[in-house]
């Protein structure tokens, strides 16, 4: 038997080690990625006065922005932001270990801790200049005061689950669905008032503390639900969520691909992962669910998975804003603490290392094909940037499709470049035509011009756009990057009239394109 200051100090440099792994995981290859539209948009928002931060109309509550204001102040330049995701993000890994301490003791707290340093999905929004890691690391936070809180029913812990709680709400709005649930298991579990008022009460307050957020949430719906992404709740959206929150989004179809690919096809290529990953998580939970020794953990914990799911999503769709996984990215939390459980009581070593080897193979296959396969990259608009920079000049107008993706390319290419944003086929109802009448009005005749042809499922569903602009003059694609195809095109004399039409400004603040996240 060890002494209880050896067991402290092996735990202690576990964690650290699990720490350090979850850093290095998250440092490499953060800087490959392009900035996306999102995150420009994001910092753009954050980088004006407190009053314009606090208000902007971004689909987001302010509490990301205001800590992305401070970090700016201290660390200027937009790459720096990325840099406290991964703080963020890191954080998170002591406060899962916490959460799974008391869920279910030290060693599914060491497990879960792992878990979250590997997990393919955590790293991908632990890498983004966005609210998504913020609204998870506060999920963590509220989820443990809520499981102390049933303990031990303090004061002092109810209160700081309500502080971490209405701090997640203005962090993400639909980080309302995990209060509500916690109050729902609350009510249900104590059947008393003395056993429950303390909770009660702890809820009252939250909701009092949320009620500045109605006024923004209203602000902000009337944003999102114009968005032209209207993506549907089903129970294959609901399937892909789950299976994304284990797996990240670089296993099988891309993020570009699920766009345009029909859903049979979707459901095909994804199937071999599936099932593969599905059949181990669904064995580890089995296992956690017959863990005689934390049944009342893993009822909550299921109750957690499955409930703001099927909730949210039915309410996404009733307000019009469109099912998109990480609305519901703190889903994940819950998920790998029952694994966690699982795997530290699983009592069939054969199955438990086939279980634990197919999630860490996964893991590893998608935080590789992000780092290394390009149609798991964001946009290459470095890469496009570098190429136009050593092949062009300033002088020669960049169009750009899909609209929103104008956003990006004027950032990377700086303010003295020409980029237009080409209007998307059918916005007018006349197919190419807006988008042929911006190029012939914008460059000279007999002149050169590039197009940016990116997300055509978007901005050209049909692809017609190429062929007709090869109708006023010779056009071919000149480079390949992930996710664009550089067009180099020439209007000449003889290209047919057209009323004049003018290319959209790129706006990276407030410039109603939405979040364009999975």
Not at 71 to 97: D, H, K, Q, Y
Not at 211 to 219: D, K, M, Q, S, Y
Not at 441 to 469: A, E, I, K
């Amino acid at each position: 038997m060890s002494h209880p200051s050896e067991r402290g100090a092996l735990r202690a440099l576990a964690i650290a080690c699990i720490v350090v792994l979850a850093t290095l995981v998250r440092v490499w290859g953060l800087r490959s990625q392009s900035l996306t539209m999102d995150e420009i948009a994001d910092i753009a928002s954050a980088s004006q006065s407190l009053g314009a931060v606090i208000h902007v109309r971004d689909g987001f509550p302010p509490l990301y922005g205001l800590l992305v204001h401070g970090w700016l102040a201290a660390f200027p330049g937009e790459a720096n932001v990325r840099w406290l995701s991964v703080i963020l993000g890191v954080l998170s890994v002591p406060a899962m270990w916490r959460l799974g301490a008391w869920a279910g003791g030290e060693r599914v707290g060491q497990l879960a801790a792992l878990a979250l340093a590997i997990s393919p999905f955590h790293r991908w929004i632990s890498q983004e200049a966005r609210a998504y890691v913020l609204y998870v690391l506060l999920a963590i936070v509220a989820l443990w005061f809520f499981f102390r809180a049933m303990s031990t029913n303090a004061w002092r812990d109810w209160a700081l689950y309500a502080l971490t709680s209405a701090a997640g709400v203005y962090s993400h709005y639909f980080f309302g669905l995990l209060p509500l649930v916690a109050g729902l298991l609350l009510l249900f579990e104590r059947r008393t008032w003395t056993e429950c008022a303390r909770g009660v009460w702890a809820n009252v307050a939250l909701a009092a503390a949320c009620v500045p957020a109605i006024g923004l949430l209203r602000e902000d719906m009337a944003y999102q639900t114009s968005y032209l992404l209207d993506a549907p709740f089903s129970v294959v959206t609901a399937g892909y969520a789950y299976f994304s929150m284990i797996a990240g989004f670089a296993i099988g179809p891309s993020l570009r691909e699920l766009h345009f690919l029909p859903s049979s096809a979707g459901v095909r290529a994804m199937l071999p992962w599936a099932l593969a990953l599905g059949g181990a998580t669904l064995f580890l939970m089995y296992v956690a669910v017959t863990a005689s020794d934390a049944r009342r953990a893993v009822a909550r914990l299921a109750v957690f998975v499955i409930a703001p799911i099927g909730v949210g999503g039915a309410l996404a769709a009733i307000v019009g804003v469109g099912f998109r996984v990480r609305y519901f990215a703190w889903v994940a939390v819950p998920m790998i603490v029952l694994i966690s459980i699982g795997l530290a009581t699983a009592r069939f070593r054969i199955a438990r290392i086939a279980a634990a080897a197919t999630l860490l193979t996964v893991c590893a296959i998608s935080t590789g094909n992000r780092v290394r396969v390009a149609r798991y990259w964001n946009e290459d608009v470095q890469g496009l940037r570098d190429y136009l920079r050593s092949a062009s000049a300033p002088s020669v107008p960049v169009f750009v499709t899909a609209k929103y993706m104008a956003v990006p390319v004027q950032h990377y290419l700086g303010a003295g470049w020409t980029v237009c944003a080409l209007p998307d086929a059918n916005e007018d109802g006349t197919g190419s035509d807006g988008a042929l009448r911006v190029v012939n009005t914008v460059t000279p005749p007999d002149s050169q011009f590039w197009l940016v042809y990116s997300r055509p499922f978007h901005s050209d569903p049909q692809g017609r756009l190429p062929r007709d602009l090869a109708s006023s003059g010779p056009l071919r694609a000149r480079h390949e990057f992930a996710g664009i195809t550089l067009y180099g095109g020439t209007v000449k004399r003889s290209a047919r009239a057209m009323p004049p039409l003018t290319c959209r400004d790129p706006n990276p603040a407030g410039n109603g394109y939405g979040d364009s996240g999975s």
